[in-house]
């Protein structure tokens, strides 16, 4: 899950969590949203924690048959 997936996620369960005034039976909108809302900032803090870790991993692999000095 992206970014753009975990934001859109949080603003659907907020619109189902304040917006929506209709009922379903069987099914409470508010609660939906709210799931939403906490599965969405879940993806984003993995994502962003991904991201983080992949900028960390960066090495420079120097060729020693070369030399910078010369």
């Known amino acids: 899950m ?3 997936t975990s934001i859109f996620l949080i603003a ?3 619109i189902l969590k304040f917006a929506v005034t209709a009922s379903v039976s069987g099914i409470e909108l508010a609660t ?3 799931i939403l809302m906490i599965v ?3 993806g984003l803090l993995i ?3 991904l991201i983080a870790t992949a900028r960390d991993r960066r090495t420079t692999v120097r060729d020693p048959r070369v030399d910078p000095y010369a």
């Open 12 to 14: 659907v369960g907020a």
């Open 32 to 34: 939906v949203g709210v």
């Open 40 to 42: 969405g900032v879940i």
């Open 47 to 49: 994502s962003l924690f």
């Open 2 to 4: 992206g970014i753009g």
